[in-house]
């Protein structure tokens, strides 16, 4: 069997990077885990963060994972580096790979960041940004409704367009012209984020940038799959409901039944 | 030392709980513990919420405490015979209290119930109400946005008043004459709910018919606090956000700074 690749992420937000990892590489072995136990990780404090984060990829890494994909922005801003302090394998997540298409993206040289409270309180995208690009200028705005919004699967509704008007309105004074969709269920509402802007912004996706930096870290490792058919297991750690379809058909994935699993707390 | 009142939440939607027992039970010593770590939950399997419950309620329980209240709907709903059968101190939610008023309140003879999904999924309420009145018809509605909303501190906004109407419209054309708020958050929009009815219902406060149902069961078990001044501990298993002082100044609830503990594994 081959060794996996790893991806998690605080609930069903993350298969749209598992989405890009399966047109990227169809011929890795994926396995997800998605903390619909203790979901959403937004709102949550770092120490929090990093114990789950750690206490699923270690359990994935124990059971074989090659990599891992820390598919939550949440936890990329807030657990990344305490994850390559304490794992032995690659661990990527998706604010790097976001960073690095924004600074390509943008010419007026100033970039629009939506996400979480967490992710925008963390300040990831910026430090990333400006380590990136000093003289870059950023405008972080955190959309806490959002995420409820597209989990009762509202992507085109009046509700989520007054909510995202409300949200963007400080970018229209502003010469942003790109936007990262800094939470991994955005990209379902990225036509109605389009249609609240009223105007063009480059929408930088995320996932499927992290999909591309996973591809280049594995072939730097040596460790892409050869030929032959990769997999797909999904696994939560409670009953995920509707949304798990909604996004499933949203994104054109074929989930097999979940498998419902139970992560050990550290040190146990 | 008084032996305390033990109350917990998923997150700090039951301090309406809290408010209205200090009111009623002003010598009591009450601790209050939060589950913010893995608040919400609504939209949570029966398994994982009896887990959550009875893993807090434990704790409260070694810790000393005379009774367990469940100052929340949706673990009202799903853990509490489960308590009951686990707990060797007397259990109250806040379910049993509502359906009583409710039955009490409705010249109809039809019932509105509004909670979260998983409150609403339960059929705890409408089972409850049929069980004290037979020939009772319910109509019971999810209101997931709601939650999120109130978190935001959005109690008088635009978007609350839409989400409302549209939760709201299929009772406009029943002879319901009663609402039960089954969510202790709604208690915050209970303003906004009879602006988005347009008429009068009588609206039951769970939070305030469950504090006089605790009185009674420590009047009859003879664990009543005698004389003298009471207090109030909070704690929570993640730092609360800003709504903990959105909800304190809405219940003019003076709040000590809260502690932020970690809750035991089953079994540990």
Do not use: W
């Amino acid at each position: 069997m081959r060794a996996p690749i790893a991806v998690f992420d605080s609930g069903v937000g993350g298969l749209t990077v598992v989405g890009a990892l399966r047109r990227e590489l169809p011929a890795e072995a994926i396995v997800y885990l998605g903390d619909t136990a203790r979901v959403p990780y937004g709102g949550k404090s770092q120490k929090t963060i990093e114990r789950y984060s750690e206490e699923i990829a270690s359990m994935m890494v124990s059971e074989g994972a090659k990599m891992v994909v820390v598919a939550c922005n949440t936890a990329s801003a807030l657990a990344l580096a305490h994850l390559r302090d304490v794992l032995p394998v690659p661990v990527e997540g998706v604010i790097d790979p976001g960073v690095r298409a924004a600074i390509a993206a943008t010419k007026s040289g100033h970039v629009a960041v939506i996400g979480t409270k967490a992710t925008v309180g963390s300040g990831a995208y910026e430090r990333g940004l400006r380590a990136a690009c000093p003289d870059i200028r950023v405008t972080s705005i955190a959309c806490p409704l959002l995420v409820p919004l597209i989990e009762e699967g509202m992507f085109e509704d009046e509700v989520t367009d007054a909510v995202l008007r409300r949200y963007l309105s400080p970018l229209r004074e502003t010469d942003a012209d790109t936007i990262v969709l800094g939470c991994t269920h955005y990209p379902l509402v990225a036509e109605a984020i389009g249609k609240a802007l009223g105007y063009e912004l480059a929408l930088v996706d995320s996932a499927a940038n992290c999909a591309s930096a996973v591809a280049r870290r594995l072939a730097s490792e040596g460790l892409l799959a050869g030929d032959g058919e990769g997999s797909l297991d999904l696994g939560f750690t409670d009953p995920p409901d509707r949304f798990l379809g909604v996004a499933g058909r949203a994104l054109g994935l074929a989930t097999a039944p979940a498998a419902i699993r139970a992560v050990p707390p550290l040190g146990s």
